[in-house]
């Protein structure tokens, strides 16, 4: 049986102007249409998503649908897919999006992870990947961060079976950006056993290698590039070294 429930404020990455195409979910929702429902914003659609968890790895939030676009009647609804980003093609009309748990470099990490009811085995394991394979794939590896776990099993918070929490400690140092987050039930270390898609994975922090200067006397500001600080509220301080290395944790 494939049972819902309500989720409790699941994390989404949204691409903007953008449709999944791909098959829906072989579900009823209440609509004359399957695997889609009305809802109010893109918020709800991704909790309706992570309710469904792991059959629906992806959803499309059709802003106005029309007979020109070919979802005539359909303005404001949330179509869940069966695949991880199937399809994608450029729309004005449509957003979509997926799970997006999201740690901080040099912060403790806690990566959260909703789904349907029984959904999450309390023996589960989070894995994410190095970039270059999909879940599942021969030959896939962790990626590394002095200090985190990864991968990690056995959620250390549990609900019965609809939210698990993994605390994969702290990443010290390592890469920023945006990675495969795959799930399995069991202990192992071999990351191609990780099949099941959650989405994508974010480590947020700053770019390495960024150079600035500034001038003896003068005011200094400094902008650094990074991944998804733009709309993150956290608060980094930066000190300036000696040399070319930064400290263990900095």
Not at 93 to 122: M, R
Not at 134 to 145: R, V
Not at 174 to 196: K, L, N
Request: hydrophobic content about 30%.
């Amino acid at each position: 049986a494939l049972c819902g429930r309500v989720a409790e404020g699941a994390t989404c990455k949204v691409e903007s102007e953008t449709c999944f195409t791909g098959s829906n979910l072989a579900i009823s929702l209440g609509s004359s249409s399957q695997g889609c429902k009305e809802v109010a914003d893109t918020a709800a659609c991704c909790d309706l998503c992570a309710s469904y968890w792991p059959q629906c790895l992806s959803w499309q939030y059709i802003q106005e649908g029309t007979a020109e676009n070919g979802y005539a009647g359909m303005s404001n609804f949330c179509c869940l897919k069966d695949s991880f980003r199937p399809s994608p093609v450029a729309a004005s009309y449509c957003e979509s999006g997926y799970q997006n748990p999201k740690c901080h470099v040099t912060n403790d990490c806690a990566v959260e992870v909703s789904a349907a009811i029984g959904g999450i085995h309390v023996s589960g394991s989070v894995g994410i990947l190095a970039p270059g394979k999909e879940c599942g794939d021969a030959g896939s590896a962790a990626q590394p961060w002095t200090g985190l776990s990864n991968p990690k099993t056995t959620p250390g918070s549990y609900t019965t079976g609809a939210f698990g929490l993994w605390d994969m400690e702290k990443a010290d140092s390592g890469d920023i950006g945006f990675y495969r987050i795959c799930y399995r039930i069991g202990d192992e270390s071999q990351m191609s056993a990780y099949g099941t898609p959650v989405g994508i994975f974010t480590m947020i922090g700053p770019y390495k290698g960024q150079a600035f200067e500034c001038t003896l006397g003068q005011p200094c500001t400094i902008v650094t590039a990074g991944a998804d600080l733009p709309s993150d509220p956290a608060q980094y301080k930066l000190v300036i070294v000696e040399g070319v290395s930064c400290p263990a944790g900095g």
